[in-house]
């Protein structure tokens, strides 16, 4: 499942982001406080991909040293807010 970015700028979450994937695998992860997240400004203009047990936040360009820090803390509030069920489907426990 991939969460692609599109135009960045002022717009709702569906003018900003192409989402691809299983329907209720999409419904389950962007939740209010998901989409919410993917809205601040620092998720904005990133390639967001979920496949199982995987993620993956990048972007594209140059990457410097003082990026590096903002990108785990998104990786991980991102982490934070897929809910345990489905991680339990992709045989994950976050927590462990």
Known sequence: TAL??????DGSFGDIYR???DPQFVRDVLHP?????????????RWIAI?????LVAT??????????PSLTLLDEITNLIPR????????????
């Open 4 to 9: 692609a970015t599109g135009t960045v700028g």
């Open 19 to 21: 989402v691809e994937g």
């Open 33 to 45: 406080q998901m989409t919410q997240r993917l809205m601040q400004d620092d998720a904005i203009g």
């Open 51 to 55: 496949e199982g047990q995987d993620l």
């Open 60 to 69: 594209e360009g140059d990457h410097k040293v003082e990026t590096i820090d």
């Open 85 to 96: 069920h489905v991680w339990a489907r992709a045989r994950y426990d976050p927590g462990a």
